[in-house]
């Protein structure tokens, strides 16, 4: 008998062994249109995974046919993942974020037939993408009417959902052969990079290297069947999705949200003991924290300064558990000086519902000075490092393991290894690696040479065994001095002004690094009450702060790794310029593209940041 629902043999065989082992107990929470949540057992559940497994055979889908799945982070989107694999087809995920133009790729490159999407709006997107309606034979649609005709058959999901009767004996033997059919080292999904620097490639994950990482994950944290997790992360993200599936193997209380802006409000209700994000949602809790206190007036924005500061000490000295940051009792009166956890801040904790044992951050890098901060002020902050090829999570502080500044040591278990190259590249050797890239057979050979993942990331691993990345070998920067440097921990440390939103450095080829940079207007125009929209001629002023910020940001650094001169981008990168991917990485290469002219101008430019 397994000794973890982990070890079943593929995923479907996990959800229905899950099912069958807790029956009534709740396994998911899931919001309400009016608020609040409604549970839903593991019985139940795999119902509706049966059911739809079974719609979607009825309408021809058949093993290792990929079907693209393009939705919104919620229950249902677990649900039509596991009918997906149900039918030994492959999931193809989409972020829900991704416009037509690119969509278009994924589509033809996956060989996709079939696509379920959450609401019309997608539907949309997805038919009139670059050969959507031409590759598509059918659609399935979760809720609303779909306008016009699409040319192929539409099925409502939701009925298929909701329909009381559970499939026929037959189509219940057919799903049950499906499953014990399906091996662990057979595909289970292809999932597109995020495509920085260059077209998405499709990364092919089995079975069982998604259930390996999740017994890495397992035996990394301890979860129970006491734990409660808010899921808002996007699912077509291999991080959540993976985390997703060791939560549900340990029984967690699963809660779905009511969407990004609700995340402090449904976490206020649900209480999760157990967070995974990202630095930007950090970022805009702290900003949103300084924003308030400066809205206090000078003395509590002075007070929350002090504050900060002392946890950002705190979380120095004493790491991810949580202390009482020293310094406080000059700045906050003897009456407010209570124990920590009713402390300063009390009310930022209790906004999370107060029971938080860790946080997981991933994705991209989070600023140490931050995950000093959440670690101080009461919320234990684990920065973890991966990547979708490894599948994905290689490395992570635990509260008993962290180093700040590192992305932890490799996952327990002895399954997951990571040594650096000679040219300072991070390679990983786990049964958790991907079988290869879809349709692309040299780069497969290339990114598995000598059975070792070649992660593109550069790195180094301390003595303890803690890894730090120093940045992607493909966008390492020669200068025409023959100088070697990573741009992101540069752009990491300007990030931390709280007057620069973005930072983009470039420079090869050069004989110095440049930057653009993406203001935080809202921040300067409340410190320093300087709106360049409303009075071009203080542009001078808005020059000069952000040359005072890089001077300062940057004053440690080497004198090559200094950014000698700055331009201002009006508006972010986004999705829809293509300068943004949907996981929220800039996209260096477009934007160098993009900003061609901009980026030789400042060669030759005044706006020099020395």
């Known amino acids: 008998m397994p000794k973890t629902l982990l070890d079943s043999r593929n995923l479907s065989a996990l ?39 079974a719609g ?20 249902e989107w677990l649900v039509c993942d596991l009918a997906i694999l149900s039918c030994g087809a492959w999931t193809v995920p989409v972020y829900p974020n991704l416009p ?21 709006e997608l539907a949309s997107r997805v038919l009139s993408a670059p050969g959507g309606r031409e590759r598509l034979s059918a659609l399935f649609l979760l809720d609303g009417p779909l306008a016009g005709d699409p040319g192929m058959p539409v099925h409502a999901v939701r009925p298929l959902l909701e329909e009381p009767a559970a499939p026929s004996t037959e189509e219940l033997d057919a799903l049950r052969v499906l499953r014990e059919s399906i091996h662990p080292g057979d595909p289970a999904t292809i999932l597109y990079t995020s495509g920085t620097s260059s077209t998405p490639k499709g990364v092919v994950l089995s079975h069982g290297a998604i259930l390996a990482n999740g017994r890495s994950i397992e035996a990394t944290f301890a979860f129970s069947d006491e734990d409660r997790y808010l899921s808002f992360l996007p699912l077509a993200h291999t991080f959540e999705r993976t985390v997703t599936y060791s939560l549900l193997a340990a029984g967690v ?25 990202v630095p930007r949602l950090f970022e805009r809790i702290l900003a949103s924290a300084r924003e308030r206190a400066t809205a206090r007036g000078p003395l509590v924005a002075r007070i ?62 989070l600023a140490t000075r931050e995950s000093l901060f959440f670690c101080g002020a009461g919320f234990p902050m684990l920065e973890g490092y991966g990547l979708t090829e490894a599948g994905p999570v290689v490395s992570v502080n635990t509260l008993d393991a962290w180093k700040p500044g590192s992305v932890g040591r490799v996952l327990h278990g002895g399954q ?12 990983v050797r786990s049964p958790s690696v991907m079988i290869g890239y879809w349709n692309l057979d040299r780069e497969t050979r ?47 440390i300007l990030r931390e002004s709280p007057y620069i939103q973005e930072a983009i450095v470039f420079g090869d080829q050069r004989p110095y690094l440049v ?54 981008l009006d508006t972010p990168p986004t999705i829809e310029a293509g300068t943004l991917t949907p996981t929220l990485k800039v996209r260096r290469t477009a934007l160098a593209r993009e900003h061609a002219a901009r980026i030789s101008a400042l060669y030759e430019s005044h706006l020099d940041a020395r």
């Open 15 to 53: 959800a229905a062994r899950a099912a069958a082992e807790r029956g009534d107990a709740t396994g998911f929470l899931v919001p309400v249109p009016d608020g609040g949540f409604r549970p839903v057992t593991y019985r139940a559940w795999f119902g509706e995974v049966t059911r739809l497994a």
């Open 56 to 75: 979607l055979r009825n309408a021809g889908v058949r093993p290792r046919d990929r079907v693209l799945l393009m939705m919104e982070t919620r229950y």
């Open 100 to 120: 037509s133009a690119q969509l278009g790729h994924p589509i033809a490159d996956s060989g996709s037939r079939v696509a379920i999407v959450s609401r019309p």
């Open 253 to 277: 209380k699963i809660a779905y949200g009511h969407g990004t802006e609700a995340v402090a409000r449904d976490a206020a209700e649900i209480r999760p003991t157990v967070m995974v994000g």
């Open 304 to 365: 929350f300064r002090a504050a900060e500061a002392a946890a950002v000490r705190s979380g120095r000295r004493h790491g991810p558990v949580p202390r009482r940051p020293s310094g406080l009792r000059r700045f906050v009166p003897r009456a407010c000086d209570l124990r920590w956890e009713y402390g300063f801040f009390g009310p930022l904790r209790r906004r999370f519902g107060g029971c938080l044992r860790y946080i997981v951050s991933g994705s991209a890098p």
């Open 416 to 427: 997951m290894e990571a040594r650096i190259a000679e040219d300072g590249e991070i390679l």
């Open 446 to 492: 290339e990114s598995l040479d000598g059975g070792w993942l070649h992660t593109g990331d550069l790195g180094v691993i301390d003595a303890d065994g803690f890894i730090m990345i120093t940045g992607r070998k493909k966008d390492m920067i020669v200068t025409s001095g023959g100088k070697n440097i990573s741009p992101q921990p540069i752009e990491d």
């Open 515 to 568: 930057a653009l940079l993406v203001p935080d207007r809202d921040a300067i125009e409340r410190d320093h009450g300087l709106s360049v929209a409303r009075d071009p001629e203080r542009a001078r002023d808005l020059h000069a702060l952000l040359r005072s910020e890089i001077l300062r940001a940057t004053s440690d650094l080497a004198p090559h790794e200094r950014i000698r001169r700055f331009d201002i």
